[in-house]
């Protein structure tokens, strides 16, 4: 695949912005990439279609091809995705005893799953822990987890023949309040397919458990087929968070992407084993490096963009050096503020910039600001940026409207822009190279 995806970017080569050609072609083979990992179609091309907005007109790195960059975007956007809110590998448990259901397809691996997330609770989270099964279908199935109980040093509700899944979950709630348990897991039974009785099943369950997660179980190795189960789970029990298991098989996990998109719901963890430990809190980015499998083409990215900012301080120190700081250096000093979390946080790290920090923060500067800053000094001339000296009251006029802003406001930056200009003269007069550098890298 790498090879023939490498083949398409070679042919592009233009340099500059993504045109909307480079980010089609390249997508084309992302698409692929994503099928063959098992996205479901129709994910696929939904997402497809929000990166393509998103990637058309960006810029491209020197020295990656547009190919490349799109293939980076295109990973960015799949690792927030997958990431989505909330913290991955925390489950409310708060509210002692705390229930949690655990619903999904027979063989999905549930019954494991509930030993491994009851072990970690109790090994990483101090928690006493019940496990219940509710499984009556299957003859086994209650003594599989009161073995695995056994195995991790987790106690189980005692089997007691010929109940239904509800007077167990019952007697789970009951026991766990009376026996002073944090948490108690109720590890439901699943079928092959979906069916009507199962899913009335469940809900039976959760209506007396009232579950604080509900967590779907489900084979990452399963594709298309992984969608529908998602759907109707989610629909008809509401699902609170995804386990995806089998993730130490060979599949490129094309499922953690189906089921963030079709419930929206977190991917709490993943199951990396048959063993009661092979239980890890979701990775977004592995996850989205396996999807992708171009892991190669976006370290590459990643790395000529770090070139080429490191390329760019030291241009502009060198500047700074000689006492020279335009509109252009203060505007790319602007857009690095803003990757920096504003203001503040970068002044305070640059000697001599200290009173300046305060001043910005008793100004009450924040990133709409800097936004603005940036929107001014885009609206000026290239001989204005050059030489901010030219800045007569017409041009300031001008120059505020077409930024739609006062020009009080044009004033301020100029008089921001004076002062920083004339710390830099004093430290490039002291001869304060050592200081700079420091304050650079
Ligand atoms: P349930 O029917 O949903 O309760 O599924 P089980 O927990 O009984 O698991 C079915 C099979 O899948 C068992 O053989 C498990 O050992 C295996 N299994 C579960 N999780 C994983 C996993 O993350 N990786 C691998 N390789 N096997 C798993
Ligand atoms: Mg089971």
Do not use: W
């Amino acid at each position: 695949l790498s090879e023939r995806l490498g083949g398409v970017f070679d042919r592009l080569t233009k340099a500059g912005a993504l045109s909307e050609d480079d980010v089609k072609t390249a997508l084309r083979e992302v698409r692929t990439a994503l099928l063959e990992a098992d996205v479901s179609l129709p994910v696929a091309r939904d997402f497809i279609k929000a990166v393509q907005k998103k990637a058309t007109g960006a810029s491209v790195t020197k020295s990656v091809t547009p190919g490349q960059q799109v293939v980076k975007i295109v990973h960015d956007e799949l690792v927030a995705f997958l990431a989505g809110e909330g913290e991955p590998g925390k489950l409310k448990v708060d509210n002692p005893p705390a229930p949690i259901l655990m619903v999904g397809l027979q063989g999905s691996g549930k019954t494991t799953t509930t030993a491994k997330l009851a072990k970690r609770l109790k090994e990483r989270e101090g928690k006493r822990v019940l496990m219940a099964s509710l499984d009556v279908n299957r003859p086994a199935a209650m003594e599989q987890l009161a073995i695995l109980g056994q195995q991790i040093g987790v106690d189980t509700l005692p089997i007691v023949k010929g109940e239904d899944p509800v007077t167990i979950a019952k007697r789970a709630k009951t026991q766990a309040g009376l026996g002073g348990y944090d948490v108690y897991l109720l590890d439901t039974a699943g079928r092959l397919h979906i069916d009507q009785e199962l899913i009335a099943q469940a809900a039976a369950v959760r209506d007396v458990a009232n579950p604080r997660e509900t967590l779907l179980v489900v084979d990452g190795l399963t594709g298309q087929d992984a969608v529908n189960v998602a759907t109707e789970f989610d629909d008809k029990i509401g699902v609170t968070g995804v386990v995806l298991t089998r993730m130490d098989g060979d599949g490129r996990g094309g499922a953690a992407l189906s089921m963030r998109a079709v419930t929206g719901k977190p991917i709490k963890f993943v199951g990396l084993g048959e063993k009661t430990d092979a239980l890890e809190e979701f990775h977004p980015e592995r996850v989205a490096g396996r999807i992708l499998g171009m892991g190669d083409i976006v370290s590459l990215v990643e790395k000529a963009q770090q070139t080429l900012e490191a390329e760019q301080a030291e241009r502009m120190m060198k500047r700074m050096m000689k006492g020279q700081f335009n509109m252009n250096d203060l505007k790319s000093q602007l857009e690095q503020m803003q990757k920096m979390g504003g203001m503040q946080g970068m002044m305070s790290m640059m000697p001599g910039m200290g009173k300046m920090a305060k001043q910005v923060q008793e100004s009450g500067m924040d990133d709409s600001i800097i936004k603005r800053q940036i929107a001014l000094i885009n609206s000026m001339t290239k001989q204005e940026r050059a030489n901010p000296g030219l800045l007569q009251a017409s041009r300031k006029k001008r120059i505020a409207k077409g930024a739609g802003l006062e020009v009080s406001e044009l004033n301020k930056l100029l008089k921001m822009h004076r002062q920083m200009a004339d710390v830099m003269k004093k430290i490039s007069q002291k001869g304060g190279k050592s200081m700079l550098k420091q304050a650079v890298s």
